[in-house]
């Protein structure tokens, strides 16, 4: 161990050592492992290698600021906390020997195996390609149809057609919420490579290993000229100190850089309602919000009965100058909504709180407006709060990322729910074929 990790953490066995990091067993903790980095850095298959003091500090800080991100934002990984300078605790993962890349621009070996291709070239979607890890060849890169084929079996699990196109799916989001969230730092995150193992409790697939300046290729302000990644360091004609304190400087930048990423919304939503009769719905809405990072608060302010005193609201809310999305919620004659898309420029959603006896009647007031207005309407909490969210998040990444993130879990609960089923009618099948 380079540095001594607190004594609540009882080391076992050694589970793996690779170039940059080590990974032990957690007697105190069952299902856990500690992953330790190393001052090494390493290209080449482990051909060009040189120690690089601190760098194993600079690598925990970045991964532990990276992971906290995506567990902020919702995606499932097997991180659970930085206990050192230098190490991590995680769940213990049975590695799946594949290595994801996601790439925005063509660049870098991209460009060697695919002639023709200018450097620069955008992908949209992002292209995602599979490399199997194996040093000694180098790395090869593998298509769906041999990731299939190889019948790789981790933890227990069969890596088939619906554990590669989680990890796909999966791969591609992570991609994309760190690429909106590099870009709010005007930093062009171009291609990235991550890695999934097995939880050994749970058999569930986790994004593991580290995500660090090993991981990716960053350009400030989409100018290759200024990469902060170690792509500087498989450059270098000659090793030498002064380079590698650059290399190291660049890596401290990131690190540094990666702490502004997670930041809170700039933005919220209000939830005005016409009288605290409403307030159930509207707490339903302000949990919907929260559930996607969306501060919200509430306020009571009937439009007939106050119009003075929700113009001053209004007013309040536009002067602080903090973008806002209202959220009308008001029943029966909703004058709410239409008053307040009449005098306000940000955005108005309407969600009546309708009641059985005389809903079909009182939509109309949400639905059917005078001329000039354009607020919205939607019927349940959740979908207020799912609409203000998505008119947020273009200008907030965490909020975005969020919805991302969300989208990504319903796809992948929807994946093991379909294999359930087909796993359960092939058993049933068996049986009934005896």
Known sequence: MEEKVPSEYKLGSLVIEGKTKRVYNLDSHSGHVLLESKDKITAGDGVRAHDMKGKAAISTSTTSAIFSLLKDVGIKSHFIKQVSQTAILARKCEMIPIEWVTR????????KRNEGVKEGYRFSPPKQETFFKDDANHDPQWSFEQCVEAKLKMGGVLIGPDELDIMRKTTVTV????????????????????????????????????????????????????MKDKQVYRNLDIVTQEALDTVKRNFEWVADKVTLLNRKPRA???????????????????????????PCELRVSSAHKGTDATMSILAEYEGEGIPTVFIAV?????????????????????????????????????????????????????????MAAQTLSLNEHVIWSRLRAAQLNTWTGLKYADKKVRDQAVAVNGVNGH
């Open 330 to 386: 008001a029943g029966r004659s909703n004058g709410l909504g239409p008053v307040l898309s009449g005098n306000a420029v940000w955005p108005v959603i309407n969600c009546p709180p309708l009641s059985a006896d005389w809903g079909s009647q009182d939509v109309w007031s949400s639905l059917r407006l005078p001329s000039g207005l354009g607020c919205s309407t939607v019927m349940s909490p959740e979908a207020a709060a799912l």
């Open 104 to 111: 925005r621009v063509a660049t870098g070996s991209f460009l």
């Open 268 to 294: 919220r939503a209000v939830v005005i309602m016409g009288s605290a009769t409403d307030m159930t719905h509207c707490e339903k809405i302000k949990a919907a919000c929260t559930k996607y990072g969306v």
């Open 175 to 226: 991609f994309e919420v760190l690429e909106k969230c590099w870009a709010s730092l005007d930093c062009s995150l171009i291609d990235m490579k991550i890695e999934f193992g097995i939880d050994s409790q749970t058999g569930e697939i986790l994004l593991s290993d580290v995500i660090d300046s090993d991981s990716w290729r960053l350009w400030p302000s989409g100018d290759k000229r200024l």
